[in-house]
């Protein structure tokens, strides 16, 4: 079993993305737009819709009803100003913490969005959603999404979860020289017949996992996920891997369903859907001389999520079920034998 302790993806390591925060331009009409050119269209309550221009030539062509010259690239909302007046349910994001608040009161003017009095806090912005470790949200665009990283230290391993699309492509450069570069297919099916093999539906990848980048303090690493119409990718974290052990069998994948599962009193369902939660229970087996890194990993991660991986080869249909990025609720260790001892590890996703 692997564990990745993330690197928090500051300001700086991210040198660019495909992702707007704050919108580019307004739409104009009397502007002629090139091919690959960007314009925001506000709606209501503070949200903004980004288009991509598809053709040259683009003028007096309205982004919401011209399918044929403009592509709906992405979404995302106006940028907090202190001097505005914001309506109940308005949003506004503060892109120093690139977080999104929805506004609770009105009159909202001059009112820091830290203060819960005015402001509740939604979520991470689109732009950065995909470095969020919480796997229910992410990145979500037109095709593709291209975030390039310059972590300024060494790190080895690259987690992508919660993946829609085609492909994703990571490749590392150093000194504009590449080192590195792979190119993975994040659809698949199952063809356990023959009819499955001929008219069995493709089903979506969800995460890709990659321990092999040269660990460069230096490296540029760039990621890509292509495909059509709209893709996403809800967690992406770097660091460096940690072996801890063997995952014996009987390993199990469970979850916690908040879901409103009940029956009124005629004996009706009453079924609410809501989020499921992935846990795993594992047991690994590991060296001794491995038992004070495994202390180490335990106070490192106490509640701070990470990237765990029970199955080395992400071809195995095991390989999905036992991946979790979140925290560590059990930390057992056992110092079972004289050459060996034993882990009981239970994880729980954010």
Same mark, same amino acid.
């Given at each position: ?52 221009? !598809? ?78 470790? &919480? ?22 391993? !690259? $987690? ?90 009987? $390993?199990?994948? &469970?979850? !916690? ?41 335990? =106070?490192? !991660? ?9 199955? &080395? ?15 560590? =609720?059990?930390?057992?260790?056992? %110092? ?6 034993? %882990? ?7």
């Amino acid at each position: 079993m692997i564990v990745i302790p993330p690197i928090d993806i500051t300001d700086a390591m991210l040198t660019s993305s495909s992702a707007y925060e704050a919108a580019p331009a307004a739409y104009n009409s009397g502007t002629t737009y090139s091919i690959n050119a960007y314009v925001s269209v506000a709606g209501s309550l503070g949200q903004i819709t980004v288009y991509r221009s !598809l053709q040259n030539s683009n003028l007096n062509h309205t982004p919401a009803s011209s399918p044929s010259w403009w592509e709906n690239h992405c979404n995302t909302y106006n940028v907090y100003n202190g001097s505005t007046n914001y309506l109940v349910d308005e949003y506004a994001i503060d892109t120093t913490t690139h977080k999104i608040y929805r506004s609770l009161v009105h009159p909202n003017s001059g009112n820091a969005q830290t203060n819960t009095d005015f402001w509740e806090f939604i979520g991470t912005t689109n732009r950065w959603a995909m470095f969020d470790t &919480d796997r229910s949200a992410g990145t979500v665009q037109a095709a593709p999404i291209v975030a390039v990283l310059t972590p300024g230290q060494r790190v080895n391993s !690259l $987690a992508l979860t919660g993946l829609i699309g085609s492909y994703v492509t990571v490749s590392m450069t150093v000194s504009a020289v590449s080192v590195f570069s792979r190119t993975i297919s994040i659809t698949g099916r199952q063809t356990l017949t023959w009819s499955d093999y001929f008219f069995g539906d493709f089903e979506q990848v969800e995460s890709v996992l990659i321990t092999d980048l040269p660990p460069y303090s230096n490296g540029v690493i760039t990621v890509t996920i292509s495909g059509t119409g709209v893709v996403q990718c809800s967690s992406l974290v770097i660091g460096l891997v940690v072996n801890i052990g063997k995952v014996i069998y009987g $390993a199990r994948n &469970d979850a !916690l369903n908040f879901s409103r599962i009940e029956r009124d009193d005629f004996g009706n369902s009453v079924l609410v859907p809501r989020r499921t939660v992935p846990k795993t229970n594992q047991t690994i087996l590991f060296n001794k001389n491995q038992t004070n890194t495994l202390i180490g990993i335990r =106070k490192l !991660l106490n509640a701070k999520p990470a990237v765990w991986s029970g199955v &080395d080869d992400e071809n195995s249909d095991y390989f999905e079920s036992l991946l979790i990025i979140g925290i560590y =609720k059990q930390f057992e260790i056992e %110092l079972t034998h004289p050459s060996h001892g034993m %882990l009981n590890l239970e994880l729980e996703e954010l």
